[in-house]
């Protein structure tokens, strides 16, 4: 036998099962591998305009729909919606089928489902991502074509590949297989947690360090999940433990993926929520057990508007047994996330001396070569430009002498289907205010202006939008939103998330002078960089040319699989157009 995988959907009930087997008497090959062999399985019922689902694997799919069947009794199930829904069962085969590949397609399946748009709910506990298996080389190649058998019954269960893997959702998801790396770290946080819980500590801090790339958001949401998990099987139901993030397009991911995975508090308040609210919302006299932190670089290190008090991070350690945060100080944009060296070493420390610190350092989001990693470096670290690499991974520089260039450039990869996530994005070099209208200035959108060239900011065509579009739109990220193909985004939209093609506007604020690479806050926009900061003695002082300086990296680190560049300081663009020849 060597059969293409088999995929059928039939009606989720055991008469359809027995149906399937009449079916196929004359078909003994298929019956053979579908009710013989392992198998990988799909209930899915209607969830309003979405679906919920539960993805599995079974030796024998009739034994195991039987069992699913007798339990649709109980409310407290997910198979109770068996009986009250109508509801489909896909049942995949392959004559190739082992327990461990079938473990892998159903790990698979759950990952990329919780990155379509249409499923609300995933039933699914615990994920079982496999290493090496035989025969594991088949796996991508009939994973797709499973898939593809999938999208032919049912397009808006299963939409297209690349619109999964380009979805927030999907990359931020906690079903990621992780690497080595990450799962040695991951394994460590948690066996620290939970020796912490068990022996009633407070205040514990777990430091992890990485840039940009790194895959801290995955680690964090993978680890986050799993403490869920490990909770439950130690049957520890009073569990109270929170993620937190400083980033509105972040937590509306995170608040998504706590949905369709089922997260909640067992005082029901959510587990997702920003700095300020988590602060507000518990006191140091009642911690709660864990406090997860994406982005930890975001928190602020001072008071403003609704926040009064001096260092979120101290606040929140002050509310939770154990945190855990990721942090990348290159990341740091505005004063009053600024953190003094010697405020941030003291939590540095205080995490290495209970061994809580670790560090993420393979690159994951920039899929280049070392040399061109460096040349990215080089720019942002070392403020100089050093001949861009001939990249044999398929990784793409360029550099463009006018925006409209730029702009057709991304255009045409955001018109392939495999790079449709690719956007013009910019130093905020361009007034900017979502607080106050353009109409007061004549004018209808706040712009980035070049010449004779110009596009709207990020988010301001969506002012023109209809009700029913905007409320779909709350759900994706910027660069997910079809109408940002013709804005440009800042660092504040993209900062966390990927593009498969970055197209960056280095404006007036990136000069070149004297042969090496300047940032000019005199000429950005961005007044929370330029601004005074008071530092804990008093005194005031600024950080502009750094904080300008971590923006161009967030910018220049965002694509995936290329980075095309306008500059509009004349030197600054023939030293790069020099460093292409």
């Known amino acids: 036998m060597n059969l293409k995988p088999i995929v059928y959907k039939i009606d989720d009930d055991l008469n359809s099962l027995q149906t399937l087997q009449e079916k196929l008497e004359n078909k003994i090959l298929e019956k053979e591998v579908l009710f013989d062999y392992p198998t990988v399985y799909i209930h899915d019922w209607k969830k309003g305009e979405g679906y919920e689902v539960y993805v599995g694997e079974s030796n024998n799919v009739i034994q195991r729909t039987k069992q699913h069947f007798d ?17 489909s069962l896909y049942i995949i085969g392959y004559d190739h089928f082992n327990k461990s590949f079938t473990l892998d397609i159903e790990n698979r399946l759950m990952h990329y489902m919780m990155g ?48 999964i893997k380009d979805s927030a959702l999907f990359k931020a998801s906690p079903l990621h297989k992780l690497t ?84 909640k508090n067992k005082d029901g308040k959510e587990v997702v929520c920003k700095p300020t609210s988590f602060i507000n919302n518990h006191s140091m006299d009642e911690p709660v057990d864990v406090a997860f932190i994406d982005e930890a670089h975001l928190l602020l290190t001072q008071g403003k508007q609704s926040y009064q008090g001096k260092n979120q991070l101290e606040d929140i350690i002050n509310r939770a047994r154990v945190t855990v945060v990721m942090f990348d100080e290159n990341q740091i944009l505005t004063t009053e996330q600024y953190w003094e060296e010697q405020i941030l070493k003291g939590y540095r420390e205080q ?39 001939k990249d044999k991974t398929g990784y793409e520089i360029r550099v463009f ?31 900017y205010s979502k607080n106050s209208s353009m109409e007061k200035r004549m004018k209808k959108y706040w712009e980035v202006l070049i010449g004779n060239w110009h596009k709207p900011w990020n988010r301001e065509l969506e002012k023109d939008m209809e009700r029913k579009q905007k409320r779909k739109n709350k759900t994706l990220s910027w660069a997910e939103q079809p109408q940002t193909i013709d804005e440009v985004g800042s660092t504040f939209t993209i900062q966390g998330f990927d593009l498969n ?25 961005n007044e929370k960089a330029k601004r005074n900061r008071t530092l804990s003695d008093g005194t005031m002082k600024k950080f502009g040319e750094t904080l300008i300086q971590h923006e161009v990296r967030v910018l220049m680190t965002r694509g995936v699989s290329g980075l095309y560049i306008y500059a509009c300081d004349e030197e600054l663009r023939k030293a790069l157009e020099e460093a292409v020849r």
């Open 351 to 389: 995490a290495k001396e209970s061994d809580n610190y670790f560090e993420l350092t393979k690159q994951l989001r920039v899929t280049a070569s070392d040399e061109t990693i460096s040349w990215i470096d080089d720019f942002t670290k070392k403020k100089r430009i050093s001949d861009i690499p």
């Open 401 to 431: 002498s006018q925006p409209s260039e730029l702009e057709k450039a991304i255009k045409e990869k955001a018109g392939e289907q495999r790079h449709k996530l690719s956007r013009l994005i910019a130093t905020y070099d361009w007034e």
């Open 71 to 87: 339990q649709s009794g109980d409310k407290s199930k997910w198979q109770y919606q068996l009986k009250k829904k109508t509801s």
């Open 180 to 263: 080595q790396e990450q799962e040695e770290i991951k394994e460590k946080i948690i066996e620290r947690v939970f020796t912490a819980l068990d022996k009633e500590k407070q205040g514990q801090l777990i430091f992890i360090d990485g840039e940009a790339g790194t895959g801290k958001t995955v680690l964090n949401s993978s680890t986050f999940y799993e403490v869920f998990l490990k909770a439950e099987e130690r049957k520890k139901d009073d569990l109270q433990c929170y993620l937190i993030v400083n980033h509105d397009e972040q937590i509306t991911v995170y608040k998504q993926i706590a949905e369709k995975l089922g997260l």
């Open 116 to 163: 379509a748009e249409s499923v609300k709910r995933m039933h699914n506990k615990r994920t079982n991502p496999q290493n090496r298996y035989y025969p594991d080389c088949e796996a991508n190649a009939i994973f797709r074509k499973i898939w593809n058998n999938l999208r032919k019954k049912d397009e808006v269960l299963f939409p297209a590949e690349s619109e």
């Open 501 to 525: 093609y970055a197209g960056v506007i280095l404006g007036p604020s990136v000069k070149y002078r004297d042969g090496k690479v300047v940032f000019d806050p005199s000429a950005s926009f």
